[in-house]
Antibody
């Protein structure tokens, strides 16, 4: 049974860097896209970016080049870094596995709060 | 970016009803349209992919149609566990944008 686990700091101050890691068990990312999506409290879903199985990386331009997605050498983990966070970055962050862009497995989500 | 617009934003229905949610894209996305259901406090769950393909394990009362810019999700014979928020998402291009959501309430 495929499961995604995710971890990282849940409370940040403005201007700090958000850092989250996601790991898969019971399956692999081979042939799939590794994806990050976020959801502000009470809000909708925003796609942050993805790394395809080919190694191609895409980001949401709305993040203005603050996001970096990388894959661990073991290939069963991947990470998100988001620099210069503001209160507007407060959200539940999900890692996910996608096939052709359709996200079939999601992590449980990590609430990241940005507050001074 | 491709803008996805869902209607209605909220919908009241009863157990046993048939409901339809629509999703419109600001430009063509072919059949690259996915539907998700999200219950409070949980991650979304994939229901349909490629507009009309039912994800493994999803009940057959869910169905999807459409191509190009206009899509629908239909739920036949609503069950209590179906009351949730539904999102469409285009996977035609990046950024892979979502609709604003449709909250289905009892």
């Amino acid at each position: 049974q495929v499961q995604l686990q995710q971890w990282g700091a849940g409370l940040l101050k403005p201007s700090e860097t958000l850092s989250l890691t996601c790991a898969i068990s019971g399956g692999s990312f081979s042939g799939y896209f590794r994806t990050w999506i976020r959801q502000p409290p009470g809000g909708g879903l925003e796609w942050i970016g993805e790394i395809k199985h080919t190694g191609d990386i895409s980001y949401n331009p709305s993040l203005k080049s603050r996001a970096t997605i990388s894959v661990d050498s073991s290939e069963d983990k991947f990470s998100l870094k988001l620099t210069s966070v503001t209160v507007a970055d407060t959200a539940v962050y999900y890692c996910a596995r996608a096939v052709g862009g359709a996200t079939d497995y999601w992590g449980p989500g990590t609430l990241v709060t940005v507050s001074s | 970016d491709i803008e996805m617009t869902q209607s209605p934003s909220s919908l009241s229905a009863s157990v046993g009803d048939r409901v339809t949610i629509t999703c419109r894209a600001s430009q063509t996305v072919g059949s690259h349209l996915n539907w998700y259901m999200q219950q409070p406090g949980k991650p979304p769950k994939l229901l349909m992919y490629s507009a009309s393909s039912l994800q493994t394990g999803v009940p057959s009362r869910f169905s999807g149609t459409g191509s190009g810019t206009d899509f629908t999700l239909t739920i036949d014979s609503l069950q209590p566990e179906d009351f949730a928020t539904y999102y469409c998402q285009q996977s035609y291009t990046t950024p892979r944008t979502f609709g604003q959501g449709t909250k289905l309430e009892i």
